[in-house]
RNA sequence: GGAGAAAUGGCAGAGUGGUCGAAUGCACCGGUCUUGAAAACCGGCGAGGGUCACACCUCCGGGGGUUCGAAUCCCUCUUUCUCCGCCA
């Protein structure tokens, strides 16, 4: 969520730039500097409050000592309308914090300046291309009957065993699956990650802590015996790690990365598009997360895209990179690329990747700060972003690299598969 | 799952109702001494809010309560440890 402090300081910038996103924040932004003006006022009254009646109190405390009964008792009956007032002050605060909370958990970040105006996906732009479309064969398949005709993937046996959505790997397919997986890991470690294994369920506080509560409470599957939640991207439990945390310079960056299953409910998808692997309830994915220097961090999401560039290169496959528009911008990004795979089959983009920069959103809501040169707080720049879902690489891979006799493995991964053709 | 014990500053560890935001030791920072370092000595040293700076307020695992006053008493939750049971 914003800063109120930066609200107060950029209000009209704030105001411009979250229109590209069609979001209408003055009167929001307003109400929150009222309230925040309200909260101010509050909590100065009642730190009166209590300065007096702590004052009373060490006098009760000290006249008992010295044997001063009946002026003690005398004190004492000063204090009711004290405490009172407190008790009533307290309750207020509270409430105005918890209106601006409310009011603040609304308001989505604010777009970065090269973040195009727009309203859906057909707005974004595309600013990187690479790797040539292949030609296929007469006869060429999509990915879900390559699985079937090789016997990769079985989305019947997982929809007796679970129920739509949660595909059952197989032999090469799951051989292929779990070598891509290495090989991402692999790749993300050289470039100076660190692997983290974290849990698949997370507590309340950690969906909120990344903003999947409260609003997007229907994406996450929810454990009620045990009020936990199955995490839908690793970034929940990787960037929680470092929820309330107080980090010294020299912790920073912190790079973490790690392959999950991911679960989502993605309640309401159905239809031709989420056919074969394009959207499942559950999917692998490894992701990177970064907690950087506030200076830092763009260069940090550059290095981020450069390097999923460069594991899709080693890839060959044809992808492209697109520069989200306002409208298309996820709730806590400011600034976000998505990376698509091209599906010959099914002659249609892919997203496999998102790499986006939060600034500051995710890390007020979640408190992590550190203590920069000259020794004062300020929050960090969190990032984070797919490298890569597994998924629909999985289909690119076996849609454009089918022939006549068989899928060929990209030449990286064979020392991964140990083998170079589903045939 | 059952029974018991515990949770205090970076760490260790005092503190069972009243100048306790918290003794002491270690670590850390600054200084004296030294050619330099170590030792010794002197000083500083938790966090958040607030202020130009003070004042002031809040925080002793989380939440709630009793009290004029709570680290200290009560309730509740969480976590850790020990013992028993179960188990990949």
Request: net charge negative; aromatic share 8%; charged share 25%.
């Amino acid at each position: 969520m914003l800063q109120v402090t930066q609200i107060r300081e950029h209000k009209e910038s704030f105001i411009a730039a979250l229109k590209k996103r069609n979001f209408q924040a003055e009167e929001l932004f307003e109400q929150v500097l009222q309230l925040d003006e309200t909260r101010r006022a509050t909590q100065t009254e009642l730190d009166n409050t209590l300065a007096e009646s702590n004052k009373l109190s060490k006098e009760i405390g000290m006249l008992f000592k010295s044997g001063e009964h009946e002026k003690a008792n005398k004190v004492k009956a000063q204090t009711g309308s004290l405490k009172e007032n407190s008790k009533k002050l307290s309750e207020k605060l509270q409430q105005v914090e918890e209106k601006i909370n409310q009011i603040l958990y609304t308001i989505p970040n604010v777009p970065h300046e090269s973040v195009p105006a727009g309203i859906s996906e057909d707005d974004n732009e595309e600013i990187f291309n690479e790797g040539d479309i292949p030609v296929l064969a007469e006869g060429s398949l999509p990915h879900w009957e390559l699985a079937k005709k090789y016997d990769l993937i079985n989305f019947d046996l997982g929809n007796k065993v679970t129920g739509a959505g949660f595909p059952v790997y197989k032999g090469k397919g799951a051989r292929l699956q779990r070598a891509l997986i290495t090989y991402f890991l692999d790749k993300n470690i050289e470039a100076g990650y660190t692997e983290y294994q974290v849990p698949l369920m997370v507590n309340e506080d950690s969906g909120f802590g990344t903003g999947q509560l409260p609003d997007k409470e229907g994406q996450m599957y929810h454990v009620q015996n045990d009020d936990l939640y199955l995490i839908p991207t690793s970034e929940v439990p990787l960037t929680n790690m470092f929820r309330d945390d107080l980090l010294t310079e020299k912790d920073l960056p912190i790079r973490c990365t790690a392959f999950t299953p991911c679960f989502r409910r993605e309640a309401g998808s159905y239809g031709a598009h989420v056919r074969g692997l394009n959207r499942l309830h559950q999917f692998d994915k490894v992701e990177l997360v970064n907690l950087v220097k506030p200076e830092d961090s763009y260069e940090t999401l550059d290095n981020m895209v450069a390097h999923v560039k460069n594991i899709l290169r080693e890839l060959k496959l044809p992808y492209r990179v697109l520069r989200l528009c306002g409208g298309d911008l996820g709730f806590t990004s400011a600034l976000t690329y998505d990376f698509e795979v091209f599906s010959t089959a099914q002659d249609r983009w892919l997203e496999i990747s998102s790499v986006s920069n939060f600034e500051t959103f995710q890390a007020n809501r979640l408190k992590v700060r550190y203590k920069n040169k000259e020794g004062k707080k300020e929050l960090v720049h969190t990032l984070n972003g797919s490298s890569l879902a597994l998924p629909r690489v999985l289909a690119g891979i076996l849609e454009n690299y089918q022939t006549e006799n068989g899928i060929k493995i990209p030449e990286v991964l064979v020392p991964y598969t140990g083998f170079d053709m589903i045939d």
